[in-house]
């Protein structure tokens, strides 16, 4: 006997009975033209209509041996009446009683009106799903749902059936938090899955994973800088992504879609070699330096010290801006720490040469001040020489003029 079976036995000899809408799953133990009928255990057994274990060839899905998931209607001459779900002709007279205990029942959207959608339900009867409780999220375009055939809980059942009020989100809900659980048990960080993106927002994407809707932050959509991130997705899009966190408690789970893309950082040695020159774009300036972009991803410092051609600055910004192209060089790599360290490398031989050859006046300008310097230098040693020899002459010169002046007293 399988432990079902003893459970169950459990239950009737202990005298509980099946309460409608209580869910079981037992075993199928014989098929006729009309019936399933199901081992429900302590020689007792369960009949389902075989209709609803029809695909739209008219086959039937279900062989014996197979285990179904049913709801329990009612006792009937001492059979027990099992459904999957409330739906068909023969089953009005049930809806009430889905009601009460929480069977879902059947329905094919009809038409949207002021504020929801008209549903025909199993026998004719008509219900109202108001738009909140269709789906868990509103959608752009009501038309999609119209023609289509849904499982909806009955939450309002009123005037002897004349005003039944349905929702399909409660159902959705109930399956979504099965879901949830079932990834709270299997799912981990690093792991990888696949989502559909349900909404964009300017701070990242939101993708239902089965169970729970993570995020994708901005920073984990690209190696690159993502400027506009419905440029990348869109809802609705199919993607895979990497776990990133997981606070079951709190409801919050982060992605990565960055992280299922190839590491730019792997090839980085291979792509910028040590003293080789490269084309840039300036990403932005701090006090100590600029980041230059070199591919998506990836990012070099170029220190403060090397930015202004020799002369001292005082912040980046007195020599480039954000979206400037730089050349430079690279200078070092640090592809543990993801650090590029650059450099603004000196004009290239040809380039002072031809710089030498468009400014000639410039180039001459040094020579010809050196050449007035040094005749500077030899006019002041003659003016010297001058005044030397106008101010000490001879000794007899001296005594002379000495002379002279007391013969003049």
Known sequence: MSGF???FAAKEAAGEKLVPGQQITAPVVSITKEWIFIDLGGKSE??????????????????????????????????????TKVGGAATQAHLEEAYHSGIP???????????????RLG?????????????????????????????????????GGRNIILSRRQLLEEERAARKEELRNSLEVGDKIKGTVTSVQKFGAFVDIGGV????????????????????????????????SLDWDKDRYSLSL????????????????EGSRHQ?????????????????GIDGLVH?????????????REVVQPGDELEVMIESIDSERRRLSLSVPPPEESETAAAAGDSGQAEGKPAARAADSGDRRQDYREHQNQKDDKSMGTLGDLLKGQLTKKDRK
């Open 5 to 7: 079976e003893e459970l």
């Open 304 to 316: 403060i010290s090397k930015l202004g051609a020799g002369r001292r600055i005082n912040h980046p």
């Open 258 to 273: 960055k992280d299922t893309l190839p590491d730019p950082w792997e090839q980085v040695v291979a792509r910028f070699p």
């Open 280 to 296: 840039g774009r300036v990403a932005r300036l701090m006090d100590f330096g600029a980041f230059v972009t070199m591919a998506p």
């Open 46 to 83: 369960g009949a389902v209509a075989k209709s609803e274990f029809l695909d739209a060839d008219g086959n039937c899905t279900v062989a014996e041996g197979d285990e179904v998931t049913v709801y329990f209607l009612a006792e009937k001459k001492q059979e027990k009446l099992f459904t």
């Open 105 to 119: 029942v059947e329905g094919t959207v009809e038409s949207e009106g002021k504020g929801g959608f008209q549903v």
């Open 123 to 159: 026998g004719g009867a008509r219900a109202f799903c108001p738009f909140s409780q269709m789906g868990l999220r509103r959608v752009e375009n009501n038309e999609e749902y119209i023609g289509q055939n849904y499982s909806f809980k009955i939450i309002e059942f009123r005037e």
């Open 213 to 244: 809707d993570g995020l994708i932050p901005m920073s984990e959509i690209g190696w690159g800088q993502v400027d506009d991130i419905h440029s990348h997705l869109e809802p609705g899009r199919e993607v895979e992504v990497v776990v990133k």
